[in-house]
C-alpha cells in the first residue's frame, strides 16, 4: 500500500546518504512546504540537520525581486516600484514575476509602449483574486452585491485595527461577484486579539448588509463566513484569546506520518470540544451583531456607496472617503489618510 512505498522510499533515501564518505565534499539539500510530516529519522543531526526556513518576502525583499523582473520592461515614468512593493504583501517571489509579466501583456493588448500604474494594479488584482469576468446580473442582484461590498468597506473603515480601504468593485473576479480590498499597509509578524475581531466583523458585514436591506441572505457570503470561522476557531484553540484561557486545544501534525494518515484522537474531551464550539460561536456571533450595529449607525452612508458602485462599478480609495467624508463617517482606522497607490 501507500505506508510501504512511502516507507521504502524513506529507507533508500536513508540508505543513500549513510553510504556517503564521511571526507567526500557532498551535500544533499532538499526542500518541502511541509516540514511538520518529516520523519523525524530524517532531519536527526547528520542526516538533514540544518534547516533553513524561508518565509514570504519582506518590503526590502519585494524591491530587490521587483528590480530583477523589471528588466527588459518599460515603465512609464510615474510608475513608483517601492509603492507597488509596500501594496504587494503577501506576494510570494513567483506572485511578482507573474504581475509584472500581466502588467506587460495588459499594456501591449492596449496598445501602449510602456506599463503603467493602472496595467500593475489590474495584474497584482489579476494574481490576487482572478481575471475580470462578464456575469449576468440583473440590476436588483447588481444592486444586491453592491450592498455586500459596501457593507465589508464600511464596517472596515470603523474599525480602528483594520487597515484603510483601497478599493471597492462590483466587477466580478474569479469566483466572486465582488471585491473590497484593504491591503495591509506594512510587513506583519504576529496579530492581536482586537485585530483578530476587527477582520471577522468586517469579514462578516457583506452578510449582515444583506440582511439590514434586504431581510435575507445570499450564498455569496459563504467565503467570508469561512474565513471568519477559521479565524475564530484559532483564537479559541490556537491562540489561548477566549475565556477558556490560554491553552492550546488544536491537534498538532503528527510527526509519524503512519500515525496522521489512520487518525488520532484530539488532546481533549467531548465537553471541552463543546465548550470550543461555544466559544467560537459567540465569537461569530457578537462580531455579526458589531458589524449590524455599525450598518445601522451609518445606514446613510451605506446606501450613497450603493449609489456610487451601481453608477461606476468601481471606487477607489478617494472616490470612497469622499463618500464617507461627505456623509459624516470619517474612517477611524489606522493609515487613514496616507496616500495608497497600486
Not at 322 to 341: A, D, F, H, R, V
Amino acid at each position: 500500500g501507500g505506508h510501504d512505498e512511502r516507507e521504502q522510499t524513506l529507507n533508500q533515501i536513508l540508505v543513500e546518504m549513510d553510504g556517503f564518505d564521511a571526507r567526500a565534499t557532498v551535500i544533499v539539500m532538499g526542500a518541502t512546504n511541509r516540514p511538520d510530516m518529516l520523519d523525524p529519522a530524517l532531519v536527526r543531526p547528520g542526516r538533514f540537520d540544518r534547516r533553513i526556513t524561508v518565509t514570504l518576502p519582506d518590503l526590502d525583499d519585494r524591491m530587490a525581486i521587483l528590480k530583477i523582473h523589471m528588466k527588459g520592461k518599460p515603465f512609464e515614468d510615474s510608475v513608483n516600484m517601492h509603492a507597488v512593493a509596500k501594496n504587494t504583501v503577501g506576494f510570494s517571489g513567483a506572485d511578482l514575476e507573474n504581475m509584472l509579466n500581466e502588467a506587460a501583456i495588459l499594456a501591449a493588448r492596449a496598445g501602449k509602449t510602456k506599463i503603467s500604474d493602472i496595467e500593475l494594479e489590474e495584474a497584482a488584482l489579476k494574481v490576487t483574486i482572478g481575471s475580470e469576468r462578464k456575469t449576468m446580473q440583473s440590476e436588483e442582484e447588481k444592486k444586491m452585491t453592491a450592498y455586500h461590498e459596501a457593507g465589508h468597506a464600511l464596517v472596515a473603515s470603523n474599525q480602528e485595527e483594520m487597515d484603510p480601504v483601497h478599493r471597492v468593485t462590483i466587477v466580478a473576479r474569479g469566483g466572486s461577484l465582488g471585491h473590497t480590498a484593504y491591503p495591509p499597509q506594512r510587513d506583519r509578524y504576529g496579530e492581536t486579539n482586537t485585530r483578530l475581531l476587527a477582520m471577522i466583523t468586517s469579514a462578516l458585514a457583506g452578510k449582515a448588509a444583506e440582511e439590514l436591506v434586504y431581510g435575507v441572505t445570499t450564498t455569496g457570503a459563504s467565503n467570508d463566513i469561512e474565513r471568519a470561522t477559521q479565524l475564530a476557531r484559532a483564537m479559541v484553540r490556537e491562540y489561548g484569546m477566549s475565556s477558556l484561557g490560554p491553552i492550546a486545544y488544536h491537534e498538532r501534525a503528527e510527526r509519524n506520518w503512519i500515525a496522521k494518515e489512520l487518525g488520532s484522537t484530539p488532546p481533549y474531551s467531548e465537553a471541552m470540544a463543546a465548550k470550543i464550539d461555544a466559544e467560537v460561536a459567540k465569537i461569530m456571533e457578537n462580531s455579526y451583531k458589531d458589524a449590524l450595529s455599525i450598518l445601522k449607525k451609518h445606514r446613510k452612508t451605506l446606501d450613497a456607496i450603493v449609489e456610487a458602485l451601481m453608477q461606476t462599478e468601481t471606487l477607489t480609495a478617494d472616490e470612497y472617503n469622499k463618500i464617507l467624508e461627505s456623509n459624516g463617517s470619517t474612517p477611524i482606522n489606522k493609515g487613514y489618510g496616507q496616500k495608497s497607490i497600486a
